[in-house]
């Protein structure tokens, strides 16, 4: 598990590969077996692999989603509210367990954040999303995860680029010292 973490790395930048479907039943597998508060499983997922609407989707905010242009896929990640106080952290852990399989599976990705962005002055970034792809109501998109085979390999990552100073130990004032 560790060499994913290590290995994860956003991209935002994919070769014209497409993904296969056994590949894409893995990564929404690893989204359904995603842990919810009280297993109440908030989340609906919308597969979107028509380059047309990856174009569409790609203006969906004016920064951070034009990588979705070029990627082969996305998923959406949809949350109903009414079924979760918390459907926020349970969509953001479905959307990781996304990206942590993708990974996995040789692939790169990344999250394109929708929840409170803009697509325009007027417009949110949801209701844009919700509009193009004929989202009920009663689910908000939380994020989107583009996906694709790597254009090109980035430097893994390693133990000199964290900072333990960041982890306590028992209280606040007493730093954990890994060594």
């Known amino acids: 598990m560790l060499d994913i973490l290590y290995n994860r790395r956003t991209t935002r930048k994919f070769s014209g590969n ?11 597998m690893a989204a359904l077996l995603s842990p ?11 597969v ?19 990588l979705l242009k070029h990627a082969p ?13 918390v459907w926020i952290e349970d969509c953001s852990i479905a959307s990781i367990m996304i990206q942590l399989a ?34 009920p109501n009663h689910l908000e998109v939380l994020s989107i ?7 090109a390999d980035r430097p893994i990552l390693t133990e000199k680029v964290t900072d333990w100073g960041k982890v306590k130990r028992n209280n606040y004032h007493t730093l ?3 060594e």
């Open 145 to 151: 995860v583009g996906i694709g085979h790597k254009s």
């Open 102 to 135: 993708a990974e996995g599976l040789g692939l790169g990705s990344c999250w394109v954040q929708i929840h409170r962005r803009y697509y325009n002055d007027e417009t949110t970034a949801d209701e844009f999303i919700r509009e193009l792809l004929d989202i």
């Open 18 to 28: 497409k993904i296969d479907e056994k590949t894409i039943h893995q990564l929404l």
């Open 48 to 66: 979107v692999d028509d380059a047309g609407l990856l174009s569409q989707l790609s203006t969906s905010k004016p920064h951070g989603a034009c």
């Open 73 to 85: 896929l996305a998923i959406v990640v949809t949350g109903d509210k009414s079924r979760s106080d």
């Open 176 to 178: 954990n010292n890994p």
């Open 36 to 46: 919810s508060s009280k297993n109440n499983q908030p989340w609906e997922f919308i």
